[in-house]
């Protein structure tokens, strides 16, 4: 039997707490209000499901530590982010110390729902403090809660928390209500909460997360088996009876006054989740949300583009010229300029999706986008991962943990990498800029319609992937659209800031040292071995990422490429917006991608052997197709291998993403060669 849920000892003036609670509760509020900036964000080992910590102290200078658990709605799992949440407070997890205490964040306005939570967690035998948030909204509509009635009913305290008023009686309340109980008995309380959670635990297969012998889970079917006998229908009758206690107890507190305001929730619902209206209202909040992406981000972007070209040429001027100073200009900062550039994006992106969560319109979102995604057999849920992957596949990928089916959440990763990211804007850009001359009439609706184009197709072939995972190797029952509908609430920025904060230095720690070593490799590939007196050109030609090129030319000739876009396909590798910076150098265009127009005329004056030119309208729109529909990025496929702790299944979607761009790309050029297209 494992051992769990040991009692800390009461010597130490430290305490270790669980905070828990229903999505939407308000439970990230209260740990930005009891830590501040004292915050630590990483993942729990083997599973890329955030992990947020911090500490405070007590009101006697006591060290409190707080663990933000993953919200859930009850403790028997229906996702990654509900099992991690279900086996810390169960303490099956070495990497996370068992909780003295839980607080249980409870939403005033949906108490009757929220006690579900509650009334289990009450159930382990462990210190719970409820925690009311909402007080304000529900007073606007009429009503209080009688917090010393429900606490009596409980048998826990009940601390009342909004706009940081309660913070001083929750502290209190967390030091004194200990009430450690002997590690025998606490560990004996435990295994018999675990084994009343798994007696209702739907799947079988999830039983196996009470680790605690090899005969639990065989006891666990024998008495399912022996209920089903004797009391036919007792799962469905013992949740009906726990609905009907906790219904009893909100009637006893539940106190109804003069209603004080309309029903702000219900008057904008019937707008922004009517079947026309909705989908207007969510066109001009994805418009808005995507100006600010490629518009607003622009500037900031140039700034720190110009700021590492800068620290390039100082490191250049500064150290002497050598291998070293080329590794550092060329290798690790143009690396970590491909990834901090596109920074400013992945902020806008995150306050965006940070300010949907806290007013509730994500869920609305998700609601209205439930019906399009089902056609394709994907849930509704997928529509948030696949929305962020517009910016970055990582951040897209890492937000599939909110989906329950494990089948589905596969799904979505696949097809997520569709989505164009922002690193492929570059190479639209360059391709747009040679299809078509500067000052060319209607050119900026044309070049408009075009980029719109390489969008619409990575949507249908994530749309058409889907469909095909969810009738082949990725077939499952379709499960119903369940999520809960907040009501609407200003946001409270500090809190969505902070969430900003950490989530682009998470994706910073993750993406950037990733791609940092894949570009120093791919410099010295490019740059070894030496060919001293050679052009720009001659040297990248002789360069391991030359012969590279110049073996992969035979593959790709069909495709309308030559061995200098070989050497591009292979570092884009590292970040799609490298091809550009390869060509510039491939070309002996210097400035990389920020010198569109020379090199523009470059690729223009390109030609092959027999005098026909490279860079054919026709090969420009076949390299914007193979770049949307292919997987070149490594840390996506990084990743990939972490959320899924398989390399199967990122070796799977990198190889069938190439193999249909590579098809794709083919019957594009070879059909326009046949009309003489190019």
């Not at 289990?120 to 719970?128: D, H, I, K, S």
């Not at 609407?488 to 904060?501: A, I, N, T, W």
């Not at 720690?509 to 740059?527: D, E, H, N, P, Q």
Request: hydrophobic share 50%.
């Amino acid at each position: 039997m494992t051992t769990v849920l040991s009692a800390a000892p009461t010597s130490q003036k430290q305490l270790t707490l669980a905070l828990v609670g229903n999505p939407n509760c308000g439970k990230t509020t209260l740990f930005n209000a009891l830590t501040g900036l004292r915050q630590k964000v990483g993942n729990y080992p083997g599973v890329t499901v955030e992990k947020q910590m911090g500490a405070f102290r007590g009101p006697h200078g006591e060290t409190i530590h707080l663990i933000d658990l993953p919200g859930t709605y009850s403790l028997n799992p229906t996702s990654l982010d509900e099992r991690i949440t279900t086996e810390v407070l169960l303490g099956l997890r070495a990497d996370s110390p068992p909780p003295d205490c839980i607080l249980c964040v409870v939403d005033a306005t949906s108490l009757q729902r929220h006690l579900f939570l509650v009334s289990q967690v009450l159930e382990l035998g462990l210190p719970v403090i409820v925690v009311l948030t909402m007080m304000d909204l529900l007073k606007g509509e009429g009503m209080t809660v009688n917090t010393a009635g429900l606490s009596k009913l409980l048998n826990c305290p009940v601390i009342p928390v909004f706009h940081r008023k309660g913070l001083v009686e929750l502290r209190h309340a967390i030091v004194n209500h200990k009430a450690p109980a002997p590690a025998s008995l606490r560990q004996l309380s435990s295994r018999d909460a675990a084994f009343r959670l798994a007696l209702f635990e739907p799947n079988l297969d999830q039983i196996s997360i009470y680790q605690f012998s090899e005969n639990f889970v065989a006891e666990v079917v024998q008495k399912r088996a022996f209920l089903e006998e004797e009391q036919p229908g007792w799962r469905q009758k013992a949740v009906t009876d726990r609905y009907r206690k906790l219904q009893k107890i909100c009637s006893e507190v539940m106190e109804h006054h003069h209603r004080l305001s309309t029903d702000t929730t219900q008057r904008l619902d019937q707008i922004l989740t009517h079947p026309i209206w909705g989908w207007v209202s969510f066109a001009i909040v994805m418009i808005v949300m995507f100006l600010a992406i490629f518009v607003v981000a622009a500037y900031p972007m140039d700034w720190i583009q110009s700021g590492f070209t800068a620290a390039q040429n100082w490191v250049k001027t500064s150290l002497p010229p050598g291998e070293f100073t080329n590794l550092v200009t060329d290798g690790a900062l143009a690396g970590l300029g491909a990834v901090i550039t596109f920074l400013p994006q992945i902020l806008i992106l995150f306050f965006f999706i940070g300010l949907l969560e806290d007013t509730g319109y994500m869920a609305r979102a998700a609601f209205i986008m439930d019906h399009l995604m089902s056609r394709v057999g994907l849930h509704g849920k997928s529509f948030i991962p696949l929305l962020s992957s517009f910016a970055c596949a990582i951040p897209g990928i890492m937000a599939t943990r909110t989906i329950s089916s494990a089948r589905d959440r596969l799904a979505t990763i696949l097809i997520a990498p569709f989505m164009s990211c922002s690193a492929r804007l570059p190479v639209y850009v360059l391709m747009i800029a040679v299809l078509f001359p500067p000052h060319m009439p209607w050119a900026p609706l044309v070049k408009a319609g075009i980029m719109v184009s390489m969008y619409a197709l990575g949507i249908a072939a994530a749309c058409f992937f889907g469909w095909v995972f969810k009738k082949t190797i990725l077939k499952n029952d379709p499960l119903p659209m369940i999520m809960e509908l907040p009501p609407y609430r200003l946001p409270l920025l500090s809190s969505v800031f902070q969430q900003m904060l950490s989530r682009a230095m998470a994706f910073l720690k993750r993406a950037g040292t990733v791609i940092l070593g894949v570009s120093i490799i791919l410099w010295f590939l490019s740059t070894h071995p030496k060919s001293d007196g050679s052009s720009p050109e001659l040297a990248l030609q002789k360069s391991f990422a030359g012969q590279i090129g110049l073996a992969l030319e035979p593959f790709i000739q069909p495709l309308g490429f030559n061995w200098k876009i070989g050497v591009g396909l292979v570092t884009a590798q590292a970040a799609r917006e490298v091809f550009v910076s390869t060509l510039g150098v491939a070309y002996s265009v210097e400035g990389g991608e920020e010198a569109t127009q020379p090199l523009r005329e470059a690729l223009l004056k390109d030609r092959w052997p027999d005098g026909r030119p490279v860079f054919t309208p026709l090969v420009c729109v076949t390299l914007m197709v193979f770049f949307v529909l292919s997987l070149q990025c490594m840390s996506t496929v990084a990743v990939v291998r972490r959320e899924t702790n398989s390399w199967t299944w990122p070796a799977f979607q990198f190889c069938y993403m190439l193999a249909l761009a590579y098809f794709a790309a083919l019957v594009v050029y070879q059909t326009g060669r046949f009309l003489r297209l190019g």
